[in-house]
């Protein structure tokens, strides 16, 4: 996920179809910098979400998340730097006593874990325990969405349909593959891939390489109580009600160079109905909390109105690119004219208003990388910067997109535009996403086109739409580069292989010659060469329209007035959950 993401990570889902939350103090300070953190109390947040999506380190996908889980439960090999601006984009050693030592033309790479490094019951943590916490993102049968890089690059021979020949260490098939690959000697963890990747460290920053204790190991029930090695372990988590976490008495400063723990405890507070959320941050009901959603569009234009509340608040452009996959398998969006019809009538400028204004949304974008990524990014050709394309929707020019599709594809233009079929739209359930889903309806109702609404549960979206048999003909979605190169953003949203492929794409006719050339770019030392390879394929996404209405997000995060050492952490594109202390 991410320029807003260094790293890859996917949007949380909240905000997923026209919300863009964002964060605009100073680059790289703190609200709070001048306060000295405080120790003690309970820190809590709120949200409207029924759970986290996943919070088993190998399923956890979600810039959010990631850092959440990250300051407070899990620790890997290597971390980003816990601190505001770009300095917070650089890693530093964390499970290890380095950031990795790369060697063969960085298709080897040797971490040697730290002493003193337990988990929760006391035990320490082992190189056996990170080789087992990697092999089980392989037991794809059992941990599902969540990163795939490890899979995808570690020397492990291929099956004729693409999947790993190692199927993980419940089933173990392949088992002498994967050891081949991972290996320990003493407390050093050697891995060996298949290619050359200079950047393989920063995929370690991701819980997927966290290590797990394998007699801890509750296969798919892991997801319900991890078994932490940070500061905090967990004590209760009850979906639709709350997650408490409290301090984990065999954590040890001494072995964590990243992490300062400050409250006592930590609760995470589900469900909450939206008005009821957005009057506890308003009111300040609770000082000590702060928000995991962004508030409802009306309410946090007033929060930001408010001078009392100035450093309670940021809105920043986060690391996400926003954007409605299109579903292009057979028997859905799989009409290049209908995919075209859809996007060329939405009415962008009444989302932008729904969404608090351009203060708050961002801009519409032209590009599944984000301009953040520098090198990889160019302006592309078409889409919004087609002379059809107009902010507030051209139902004339989609109906004649619409036209054409009755006979390039008649079955497509059916299941668009009979009354008794339509396309299918995922969308998380918010009540801001209810409001989009009435002005997207109207404006495709104009051109012709049958739109229905699929509203998913936000702390269940990603894991519906990721299950193949379960995602329908759009899905809203956001994501960041997993760090500063494309590669974690192409491949990742558009081939099979990708952990993200919303677009299901690969029988598409399109899809050979893009494959080819994103495995070609992938591999390609040549750093202006592989960015040239980046903006081409940027196009050509665009230009078959797997994906529309890119934007080119803001953020916004809110706390209560009791809550200090708040910053905004770059390589997540959220808080900076671990500096984050109560204040007396």
């Known amino acids: 996920m991410s320029g807003l993401k260094t790293s890859r990570r996917i949007l949380a889902s909240t905000a997923a179809i026209a919300l863009a939350v964002g964060v605009t103090v100073a680059a790289g300070t703190s609200a709070n910098a001048a306060e000295k953190p405080t ?4 820190l809590y947040f709120v949200t409207n979400a029924e759970q986290f999506d996943h919070i088993d380190p190998a399923r956890v996908y979600t810039g959010r998340d990631i850092a959440f889980l990250n300051s407070y439960l899990y620790r890997n090999l290597v971390s980003y730097k816990p601190v505001a601006g770009s300095a917070g984009s650089s890693l530093v050693a964390d499970l290890a006593t380095n950031t990795g030592v790369p060697s063969n033309a960085a298709k080897t790479w040797k971490f040697t874990l730290r002493a003193g490094v337990t988990w929760e019951d006391g035990s320490p943590v082992t190189c056996a325990d990170v080789k087992y916490g990697v092999s089980r993102p392989f037991a794809s049968d059992v941990i599902t969405d969540g990163p795939q890089y490890l899979v995808q690059a570690l020397d492990i021979p291929t099956e004729a349909d693409g999947s790993s020949a190692y199927k993980g260490p419940y089933k173990k098939t392949g088992q002498a593959l994967f050891d081949k690959a991972v290996s320990c000697s003493g407390n050093t963890i050697t891995f060996n891939l298949n290619r050359s990747f200079a950047d393989f460290n920063y995929a370690l ?30 004590t209760s988590y009850k979906i639709g009600d709350q997650l408490e976490l409290e301090r984990n008495p065999k954590w040890k400063k001494s072995s964590d160079t990243v992490r300062t723990p400050y409250p006592d405890n930590i609760v995470v507070r589900f469900g909450l109905a939206e008005d009821v959320r957005d009057q506890i941050m308003l009111e300040d009901q609770i000082p000590n909390t702060a928000s995991l959603d962004s508030l409802q569009p009306a309410n946090l234009r007033a929060f930001f109105a408010d001078p009392t509340k100035k450093d309670q608040r940021f809105n920043v452009y986060d690391p996400y690119v926003r954007y409605a996959a299109m579903n292009v398998k057979k028997g859905h969006m799989d009409c290049l004219d209908v995919r075209k019809a ?20 961002g801009d519409p ?16 050709t078409g889409n919004i910067h087609d002379p059809n394309w107009k902010i507030t929707g051209n139902a004339t020019y989609a109906a004649s997109l619409l036209e054409k599709a009755k006979t390039s594809c008649p079955d497509a233009y059916s299941r668009a535009t009979a009354a008794d079929k339509g396309i299918v739209w995922d969308i998380s359930n918010t009540a801001t996403n209810q409001k989009a889903a009435v002005l997207i309806g109207d404006a495709l109702k104009a051109a012709g086109i049958n739109i229905k609404f699929n509203f998913i549960p936000s702390g269940q979206y990603y894991s519906t739409v990721q299950n193949r048999d379960k995602q329908n003909d759009i899905s809203s979605a956001g994501w960041g580069a997993d760090w500063a190169n494309a590669s974690t953003v192409i491949p990742e949203l558009f ?6 492929n919303l677009s299901q794409n690969w029988d598409d006719p399109a899809y050979a010659a893009f494959k080819k050339k994103s495995d070609a770019t992938k591999v ?3 750093r202006a060469k592989q960015a040239k390879g980046w903006q081409e394929l940027g196009q050509y996404v665009m230009d078959q329209y797997w994906i529309i209405r890119p934007v080119f997000s803001k953020g916004q995060e809110v706390w209560g007035s009791k809550v200090g050492g708040v910053y905004y952490w770059e390589p997540q594109g959220n808080f900076g959950f671990g500096g984050m202390y109560v204040k007396n």
């Not at 120790?39 to 309970?42: E, P």
């Not at 032209?366 to 592309?380: A, E, F, I, N, R």
Request: no cysteine; charged share 25%.
């Open 342 to 361: 859809v996007f060329f009538a939405i009415n962008t400028q009444a989302l932008i208003d729904l969404s608090g204004g351009r203060e708050f949304y």
């Open 495 to 500: 081939t099979k292989e990708g952990g993200f």
């Open 524 to 526: 390609e030392t040549n």
């Open 39 to 42: 120790t003690g109390g309970t």
């Open 205 to 234: 920053t991701y819980p997927a390489g966290a290590p797990v204790k394998a007699s801890k190991d509750t296969g798919d029930k892991y997801d319900l109580r991890p078994f932490s090695n940070g500061p905090y372990k967990i």
């Open 365 to 380: 974008g032209d590009s599944p990388v984000k301009p953040v990524l520098g090198l990889d990014y160019k302006k592309t």
